[in-house]
């Protein structure tokens, strides 16, 4: 790879680092980029599913998972790790992420990894051809395509600096403050860059001068490179190396930083850890005699730097290998954002026509167009198109649990709010109050049970034995009127379904050797129609492709229950809409259906 990132480069970034991540958000929006150049967030403490962050004006959901592994798994394009852990957990997240596999590079931010580990990691990478930038550093950038972090500093500064859109400059620096000011010397100079790395201040870092230098000898963009070395080690001298073989043939400018360490006393230490001279073929001063030996531009002091830069930059631009650069249009940020306070991800209504799930409605609502109603609720409920065995079971299971007549607990309590003279949506709502653990809600219950039993093996016995000491009846079974004689041609109606048009049973099978021995106990104990929705809506997300841990979580949220909700509300209204057309009068209860056993209350 001759780039180091492209305009389409997403990173993970380790570490909800909100400041570090919209400054990538705001330059990629500058630049005009299509995708986020963060396609997920790791936040191992968060219980967050997404953090928002701003997209020019408007906002974006960035995903969030507790783990490397799970952000991978979901984002497999993003093939950057912006490793902002602490340094003492910099060096496992490096370790794993390289054992996980599937990251051309690994930027590291963290200052003080202990020198042992970071040897081991840098060569442990080195051998998965990962390229670490860092540790302790600012990161890397390739203008008009991918920034890290904050490398580069402020918008407004980025745009000073040139670093929007591709120069013509490879430059490689030590330190993140000097590379920075280099970038805006470079723009005042010459043309700005087209790939730029901070490889870090530690002793140990990954990708060293030469790596990077090399890279850019192979990048097309890049015309001439920028070195800025420091006091302190001795990879200056793989670059002279590189320059002397011919393997290095573009100009490079160079100056080492630390001439002043003559003027103290041996074994001062600079800023960086690194920055310490061991040997006189370590100091700056040497180090930029040997790169001007060999034909490196190597300026008099920093202050010549500039001048020098300017020079080679004329002299390319003449010779036509530099071309002249079209300022592109950038986008601009606007100053001031509010945060949206609520989020929508399943239907949009700013259009000419609102739409489900992405679909307009008219796309879906007439018969002409073959949805039904499970259509819509795959839409708007799942954010998918089912196939049509799936919308039919959601269709049946509607039709099913309708209604049940008036005796039932909703049905009833409909009717006599309806009676009391209260509108259709207050009685509605009576009735739905009803719908709960032993009246028709016991469909969540029952796939969360019978799916625990079933994935942990245990046989019916053991089941009823585990139900026992949770203290609750097993939800989606028993009757009050049906029973092994008294079949619910419900449950049969949708067994049949099942049986005829999904691709595998497994629930269900396992419910049914459990039923077998509850009704060996009590011929009501059988499998009831909450049950059975509950365990084939299991098998029905497992067919189309559901995780676990996604059939989970829709158990969880009261998904099931929901079906018959929706469907109950029908006959409920039925039954509203019976006591208004036959104009009943309200109801009492009578008294001899009601057992008083009411005692003077006692004095205390
Ligand atoms: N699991 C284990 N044992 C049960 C269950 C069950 N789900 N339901 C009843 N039993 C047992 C009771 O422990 C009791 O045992 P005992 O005689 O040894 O004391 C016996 O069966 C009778 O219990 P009741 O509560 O009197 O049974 P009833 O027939 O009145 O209850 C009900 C019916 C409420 C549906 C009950 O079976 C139950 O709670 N089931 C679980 C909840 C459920 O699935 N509800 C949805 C029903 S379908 C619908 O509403 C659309
Ligand atoms: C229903 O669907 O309402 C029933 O199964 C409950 C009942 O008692 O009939």
Redesign the pocket.
């Known amino acids: 790879m001759s780039k180091l990132f492209n305009r389409n480069t997403q990173a993970i970034f380790w570490n909800n680092n909100k400041t570090a991540i919209q400054r990538m958000l705001d330059y990629d929006y500058t630049i005009k980029r299509e995708t986020p150049s963060v396609a997920a967030i790791v936040a191992p403490t968060s219980g967050n599913k997404f953090e928002k962050f701003f997209w020019g004006g408007d906002e974006i959901m960035i995903p969030l998972y507790k783990s490397t592994a799970e952000a991978k798994a979901a984002q497999p394009q993003a093939d950057v790790l912006l490793n902002f852990a602490s340094f003492r957990t910099a060096y496992d997240v490096t370790m794993e992420a390289l054992n996980l596999g599937g990251f051309r590079s690994i930027m590291i931010t963290a200052e003080g990894i202990p020198e042992r580990l970071a040897r081991g990691m840098n060569a442990f990478a080195r051998e998965k051809q990962v390229t670490v930038i860092g540790p302790a550093t600012v990161g890397a950038i390739v203008p008009g395509a991918f920034k890290i972090a904050n490398i580069g500093g402020t918008i407004s500064n980025i745009i000073n600096s040139k670093l929007h859109r591709a120069g013509s400059c490879g430059l490689v620096t030590r330190s993140g403050g000097l590379f920075n000011e280099l970038s805006n010397i470079i723009a005042i100079n010459a043309d700005g860059i087209a790939e730029g790395v901070a490889i870090g201040g530690d002793r140990f870092v990954g990708s060293v001068f030469i790596d990077n230098l090399l890279r850019m000898e192979d990048n097309p963009d890049v015309k001439y490179m920028i070195l800025l070395g420091e006091v302190g080690g001795t990879e200056e001298y793989k670059v002279i190396e590189a320059v002397k073989s011919g393997r290095i043939k573009k100009p490079i400018i160079a100056w080492c930083i630390g001439t002043i360490a003559k003027y103290y006393d041996s074994g001062v230490q600079f800023g960086h850890a690194g920055a310490s001279a061991n040997a006189e073929t370590e100091t700056a001063e040497y180090k930029n005699k040997a790169m001007a030996e060999v034909g490196i531009h190597v300026p008099s002091s920093f202050n010549d730097l500039p001048e020098v830069i300017n020079g080679v930059y004329k002299e390319l631009h003449a010779e036509g290998i530099i071309k002249n650069i079209a300022e592109p249009e950038l986008n601009v940020v606007p100053n001031v954002r509010r945060p949206k306070q609520f989020i929508c991800t399943i239907s949009d209504d700013r259009g000419d026509e609102a739409t489900y799930a992405g679909f307009p409605i008219s796309s879906v609502a007439t018969p002409d167009t073959g949805k039904g109603i499970g259509d819509v609720i795959s839409l708007l409920w799942f954010k998918k198109q089912y196939p049509e065995w799936a919308t039919q079971f959601i269709e049946t299971v509607l039709k099913t ?1 309708a209604d ?1 007549g008036p005796a ?1 607990s909703g049905a009833h309590n409909a009717k006599v709010t309806a009676r009391a003279g209260k509108s259709v949506v207050e009685s509605l709502v009576t009735g739905l109050l009803t719908i709960g ?4 809600g ?1 469909i969540d219950g ?1 796939a969360k049970y019978f799916k625990y039993a079933d994935d942990h093996h245990l046989d019916p016995k053991a089941f009823l034995n585990y ?1 026992k000491k949770e203290g609750v ?8 009127i049906k029973s092994l004689k008294n079949p619910d041609l419900r449950v049969e109606g949708l067994k049949k379904f099942a049986q005829e048009y999904f691709p595998a049973t497994p629930l269900l099978d396992y419910a049914l050797t459990v039923e077998q021995l ?1 009704t060996s106990k ?1 011929e ?2 059988i499998l ?4 059975t929705i509950g365990i084939l809506m299991v098998d029905m997300w497992r067919a189309l492709g559901y995780s676990e841990e996604e059939i989970n979580e829709f158990i969880e949220s009261g998904t099931l229950n929901a079906f ?1 909700i929706v469907g109950r509300s029908i006959g409920f209204i039925g039954h509203v809409l019976d006591e208004k057309r036959l104009a009943m009068p309200m109801y009492r209860h009578p008294m001899d259906d009601i057992l008083y056993d009411v005692q003077e209350a006692e004095k205390l």
Not at 437 to 440: A, I, L, T, W
């Open positions: 649990v049940h039932v653990p032993r009246f028709g016991a029952a139900m009846p097993i939800p989606g079974i028993g009757h009050r509850t009590k009501n104990l009831n129609v909450d049950g018959f």
